[in-house]
């Protein structure tokens, strides 16, 4: 069964960047989709960047199109989620979940489909 474990969230001042891992163990992530969520206080958990099995497609929410960048490395079973030029509206603890079922178009979407999600990595961007 597919664990995922993040990693990489801290304090950081606007502007600031941060690279947080995914870390898949017991399969191969590369079969699965990868989604990267987040979720502040008081407000719906929400989809900001997702990637196709076998890494060949990404998708970026709106919300943080060209600042955060999505990636994999299949050699260390990983999925990375770079954030640059933080805003405090980043500020929330962000999930990652594999899907092996989830439609790429779609992969953006809380979607009962991923079935595998981490424990949460905090990212606060303050000043």
């Known amino acids: 069964q597919l664990q995922l474990v993040e990693s990489g969230g801290g304090l950081v001042q606007p502007g600031g960047s941060l690279r947080l891992s995914c870390t898949a163990s017991g399969a191969t992530i590369d079969y699965y989709t990868v989604g990267w969520f987040r979720q502040a206080p008081e407000k719906e958990r929400e989809g900001v960047s997702c990637l196709s099995q076998w890494g060949t497609r990404s998708l970026v929410a709106d919300s943080v199109k060209g600042r955060f960048t999505i990636s994999r490395d299949s050699a260390k079973n990983t999925v990375y989620l770079q954030l640059t030029n933080l805003k405090p509206e980043d500020t929330a603890i962000y999930y990652c979940?594999?899907?092996?079922?989830?439609?790429?178009?779609?992969?953006?979407?809380?979607?009962?489909?991923?079935?595998?999600w981490g424990q949460g990595t905090r990212v606060t961007v303050s000043s």
């Open positions: 979940a594999a899907s092996p079922t989830q439609h790429f178009s779609e992969c953006l979407r809380n979607d009962p489909r991923y079935r595998s």
